[in-house]
């Protein structure tokens, strides 16, 4: 995903190739919590209720406070996280 991110970022030079690389990296980390194990994956119970999705959109705004990062880069990069599945309800238009 990170050559096709490389590829876009040539593409459309205007893109923010960190922000771009940033959602690519980070769009499905939210399974580590959604899933117990990887050897014998079972749904969490935060993984049932909530999901990878809205985990790792949380775990972004976490860090971004610990961080003191503010600004339009957090929001876009939920909205990245959000939209990635293509779903009006998550972000996609």
């Not at 959604?34 to 976490?62: A, C, F, N, R, W």
């Not at 971004?64 to 309800?89: D, F, P, R, T, Y």
């Amino acid at each position: 995903m990170l050559k096709l991110g490389k590829q876009l970022t040539e593409l459309y030079p205007d893109l923010n190739p960190d922000l771009l690389y940033s959602g690519i990296i980070l769009h499905d980390i939210g399974k580590v919590k959604e899933l117990s194990s990887p050897m014998s994956p079972s749904y969490t119970l935060e993984g049932k209720l909530l999901g990878h999705i809205t985990i790792m959109v949380d775990e972004v705004q976490q860090a971004a406070n610990e961080l003191g990062i503010e600004g339009e880069e957090v929001m876009l990069l939920q909205h990245m996280i959000l939209s990635h599945h293509g779903k009006a309800e998550w972000g996609e238009s």
